[in-house]
């Protein structure tokens, strides 16, 4: 039931073997001169003037074999503007051009400027708004004086809402600083929702909200109704008499609904914990209470969007470089084929790390991406109507601690399309998704995934629904560890949501898991030689597309499923042909979950099955070892050999390459973090 893996290694082999045959060699360094001749003793100063020379070199004939190796030395770079390559910077499969940090050598490339010039607050009228155990802590500096004048807005984002921020952010000892909010810890709750306000309006407890009265930005973040959608709105007025707060529209995602959790921020009253900080944007004047002295700490402001732009760009790597501190994605992608963000630093951005668009045979490897304001990697390519793959690929990399700001539904990697290769990364600490796929063909294997969904409920560490047509994806070989949602309905490792069809769950480890494989509704999906331990359930099926969301299901309803049937002619080639299945559904109930199988899995410990009443008839179990001693070599130290002629061998379960599983040793990565 396996898909055969795609030729990654293969391809990887043939990328770098040519990044090693330096037939051209430019040097660039901080104390370099553009005028020089970009010479190892001459070096140029900037990016720009590496690619203009490049560029020159093009225009002067072909490029010589080998390609064109652009050395940076150490130190760090303060571009003026986005570097930026278009197709005139292409390399070929045989000179390829490469833009890698000369010999290891630490190579910064920031987006942001650093602080000078505290002082204390004296002003009578800021120390009075500050809460009392802020006052002789808070240090402010003029950020106008020092030529930083654009410091972009808050807006309304989040679920459902396109666009990044554009904003300003501190960072401090190479870390994000939290914009003055409140509550410190945790989160406040709606009180009720008063009627007649059309969603604009809500009530809260206690007295804590008077204080921002005079607050000319005040903002607010929440879980306004659902533990999977958050959504940042404005602060329009505050009734402290009603204990009510109006917002500006857009409002909160899906309204307002008691109970849920909401928290403020922007607000100059809050800043009252080390490591906060505010800026005035009238005035220009930055607050910030510092977790350690000012000195030494690299007071830093975001002050580009995006670090690095590609559009129409082939045959281009980016190897061993920190790039940080900027508003946007740090490394975005469009059109193109052969690109490669490889060994790379990735953090303090306000978008994702790396984001590959519409680009062919490119990818992601041996990166560490982590503290970005929205997800990781985006995968983006291919034709879902000619099912041709764009063999994107993301591998080796340690993902960990994105989604500052949007909290929902900006994964670690996000894998759209057709005929992507995720393999060998690790992800963890999220507070929503870890990995979000649709499209057709994705092979997704060799992971180790663990405390992602750490604030939202009815949420998966992997997660797909709502296609009956994004088929043919297997997800074989990862382990998914202590994955538990505080929201309702919890996590989910593995969530095959609103009729999601056609997927392969094969060959995983789910440890402590919520839930662990999750089928919501949909056909044709096969869960088997999996090993589950104290999951609660292992295995979860139901028929929804029959009971509670047969209107959603039906055709014109919201999930829309049968105009995603429609637009891809899914009963013509190619997909009648790779999709036989899939041709037939609608004179088949298309409804019910059909063609699921549960096959020779192990369940240790924990709750086996949770399978609803009408998937029953639906859903064939087979060579299932659902108790007792499994005769595993070792499970405690995940060693999942059936021992001869064990209840597992027995069964047919089939040993599980657990040594392959998350980051390997290469030349990107000398180092593995030790597992938890």
């Given at each position: 039931?396996?898909?055969?893996?795609?030729?990654?290694?293969?391809?990887?082999?043939?990328l770098f073997a040519s990044t090693y045959v330096f037939a051209a060699e430019l040097f660039v360094a901080p104390n370099g001169d553009n005028a020089n001749p970009g010479?190892?003793?001459?070096?140029?100063?900037?990016?720009?003037?590496?690619?203009?020379?490049?560029?020159?070199?093009?225009?002067?004939?072909?490029?010589?074999?080998?390609?064109?190796?652009?050395?940076?030395?150490?130190?760090?770079?303060?571009?003026?503007?986005?570097?930026?390559?278009?197709?005139?910077?292409?390399?070929?499969?045989?000179?390829?051009?490469?833009?890698?940090?000369?010999?290891?050598?630490?190579?910064?490339?920031?987006?942001?400027?650093?602080?000078?010039?505290?002082?204390?607050?004296?002003?009578?009228?800021?120390?009075?708004?500050?809460?009392?155990?802020?006052?002789?802590?808070?240090?402010?500096?003029?950020?106008?004086?020092?030529?930083?004048?654009?410091?972009?807005?808050?807006?309304?984002?989040?679920?459902?809402?396109?666009?990044?921020?554009?904003?300003?952010?501190?960072?401090?000892?190479?870390?994000?600083?939290?914009?003055?909010?409140?509550?410190?810890?945790?989160?406040?709750?709606?009180?009720?929702?008063?009627?007649?306000?059309?969603?604009?309006?809500?009530?809260?407890?206690?007295?804590?909200?008077?204080?921002?009265?005079?607050?000319?930005?005040?903002?607010?973040?929440?879980?306004?109704?659902?533990?999977?959608?958050?959504?940042?709105?404005?602060?329009?007025?505050?009734?402290?008499?009603?204990?009510?707060?109006?917002?500006?529209?857009?409002?909160?995602?899906?309204?307002?609904?008691?109970?849920?959790?909401?928290?403020?921020?922007?607000?100059?009253?809050?800043?009252?914990?080390?490591?906060?900080?505010?800026?005035?944007?009238?005035?220009?004047?930055?607050?910030?209470?510092?977790?350690?002295?000012?000195?030494?700490?690299r007071p830093t402001v975001s002050v580009l969007g995006k670090l690095v732009m590609m559009a129409g760009t082939s045959h281009v790597t980016l190897r061993g470089l920190?790039?940080?501190?900027?508003?946007?994605?740090?490394?975005?992608?469009?059109?193109?084929?052969?690109?490669?963000?490889?060994?790379?630093?990735?953090?303090?951005?306000?978008?994702?790390?790396?984001?590959?668009?519409?680009?062919?045979?490119?990818?992601?490897?041996?990166?560490?991406?982590?503290?970005?304001?929205?997800?990781?990697?985006?995968?983006?390519?291919?034709?879902?109507?000619?099912?041709?793959?764009?063999?994107?690929?993301?591998?080796?990399?340690?993902?960990?601690?994105?989604?500052?700001?949007?909290?929902?539904?900006?994964?670690?990697?996000?894998?759209?399309?057709?005929?992507?290769?995720?393999?060998?990364?690790?992800?963890?600490?999220?507070?929503?998704?870890?990995?979000?796929?649709?499209?057709?063909?994705?092979?997704?294997?060799?992971?180790?995934?663990?405390?992602?969904?750490?604030?939202?409920?009815?949420?998966?560490?992997?997660?797909?629904?709502?296609?009956?047509?994004?088929?043919?994806?297997?997800?074989?070989?990862?382990?998914?560890?202590?994955?538990?949602?505080?929201?309702?309905?919890?996590?989910?490792?593995?969530?095959?949501?609103?009729?999601?069809?056609?997927?392969?769950?094969?060959?995983?480890?789910?440890?402590?898991?919520?839930?662990?494989?999750?089928?919501?509704?949909?056909?044709?999906?096969?869960?088997?030689?999996?090993?589950?331990?104290?999951?609660?359930?292992?295995?979860?099926?139901?028929?929804?597309?029959?009971?509670?969301?047969?209107?959603?299901?039906?055709?014109?309803?919201?999930?829309?499923?049968?105009?995603?049937?429609?637009?891809?002619?899914?009963?013509?080639?190619?997909?009648?042909?790779?999709?036989?299945?899939?041709?037939?559904?609608?004179?088949?109930?298309?409804?019910?979950?059909?063609?699921?199988?549960?096959?020779?899995?192990?369940?240790?410990?924990?709750?086996?099955?949770?399978?609803?009443?009408?998937?029953?008839?639906?859903?064939?179990?087979?060579?299932?070892?659902?108790?007792?001693?499994?005769?595993?070599?070792?499970?405690?130290?995940?060693?999942?050999?059936?021992?001869?002629?064990?209840?597992?061998?027995?069964?047919?379960?089939?040993?599980?390459?657990?040594?392959?599983?998350?980051?390997?040793?290469?030349?990107?990565?000398?180092?593995?973090?030790?597992?938890?």
């Open positions: 039931m396996l898909a055969r893996p795609l030729p990654l290694a293969a391809f990887l082999a043939a010479t190892e003793a001459k070096p140029l100063a900037t990016l720009e003037a590496a690619r203009d020379a490049v560029r020159t070199m093009k225009k002067a004939g072909p490029l010589p074999a080998g390609g064109v190796t652009v050395s940076l030395r150490s130190g760090t770079y303060s571009p003026a503007a986005t570097f930026q390559l278009g197709g005139e910077d292409s390399g070929t499969p045989e000179a390829p051009i490469v833009y890698r940090a000369y010999r290891d050598e630490a190579v910064r490339i920031i987006g942001g400027k650093e602080v000078r010039d505290w002082k204390r607050v004296t002003d009578a009228a800021v120390l009075e708004r500050l809460d009392e155990a802020a006052r002789g802590q808070v240090l402010q500096a003029d950020l106008k004086a020092q030529g930083i004048m654009d410091f972009g807005e808050l807006t309304a984002r989040g679920f459902g809402r396109p666009g990044h921020p554009a904003a300003l952010e501190l960072f401090f000892q190479d870390k994000p600083m939290l914009l003055a909010g409140w509550p410190n810890d945790g989160w406040a709750k709606i009180a009720a929702t008063p009627a007649g306000a059309e969603g604009g309006k809500f009530a809260y407890d206690g007295d804590r909200p008077a204080r921002w009265a005079k607050a000319p930005d005040a903002w607010l973040l929440g879980y306004w109704t659902f533990d999977w959608a958050d959504s940042y709105v404005k602060v329009k007025a505050i009734d402290p008499q009603a204990r009510e707060i109006s917002t500006e529209p857009p409002h909160g995602a899906f309204g307002y609904k008691k109970g849920q959790r909401f928290r403020a921020l922007n607000l100059l009253e809050e800043l009252d914990q080390p490591g906060e900080w505010y800026l005035d944007r009238a005035t220009g004047l930055l607050y910030f209470w510092p977790p350690a002295p000012i000195d030494g700490g920190l790039l940080e501190c900027g508003r946007d994605t740090g490394i975005v992608a469009t059109g193109g084929k052969g690109i490669v963000v490889a060994g790379c630093t990735i953090r303090n951005v306000g978008g994702a790390g790396v984001g590959l668009y519409g680009c062919r045979e490119s990818g992601v490897v041996g990166c560490d991406i982590y503290e970005t304001g929205e997800g990781g990697i985006a995968l983006v390519g291919g034709d879902r109507k000619t099912l041709e793959p764009a063999k994107l690929f993301a591998r080796n990399n340690h993902i960990h601690h994105f989604s500052r700001w949007c909290r929902t539904y900006r994964p670690a990697i996000d894998v759209q399309g057709v005929g992507h290769t995720v393999s060998h990364n690790l992800i963890h600490d999220s507070p929503h998704t870890g990995l979000l796929f649709g499209g057709n063909d994705h092979v997704l294997e060799f992971n180790e995934i663990h405390h992602v969904c750490q604030e939202t409920g009815d949420v998966g560490a992997f997660y797909t629904g709502r296609d009956w047509t994004a088929r043919g994806t297997v997800i074989r070989h990862n382990y998914f560890h202590d994955i538990h949602g505080p929201g309702e309905l919890g996590a989910m490792a593995v969530y095959l949501d609103d009729c999601a069809s056609g997927i392969t769950i094969a060959g995983n480890i789910f440890v402590r898991a919520s839930h662990a494989a999750f089928v919501g509704g949909g056909r044709d999906n096969v869960v088997e030689n999996n090993v589950f331990v104290e999951c609660q359930p292992a295995v979860h099926v139901d028929a929804r597309g029959l009971n509670w969301a047969k209107d959603k299901a039906a055709k014109g309803g919201e999930w829309g499923l049968y105009k995603k049937l429609e637009e891809l002619r899914f009963d013509q080639p190619p997909y009648s042909e790779k999709y036989p299945a899939l041709a037939k559904m609608l004179a088949d109930d298309p409804a019910a979950p059909k063609g699921d199988l549960v096959a020779r899995n192990v369940c240790l410990g924990g709750k086996w099955l949770d399978l609803e009443g009408q998937a029953k008839p639906f859903v064939t179990f087979q060579d299932n070892l659902t108790d007792g001693d499994a005769g595993f070599v070792d499970a405690a130290r995940l060693n999942f050999q059936p021992k001869p002629g064990s209840p597992a061998e027995k069964i047919g379960f089939k040993p599980i390459p657990t040594e392959k599983i998350g980051l390997t040793k290469d030349e990107f990565r000398r180092e593995v973090p030790a597992r938890p």
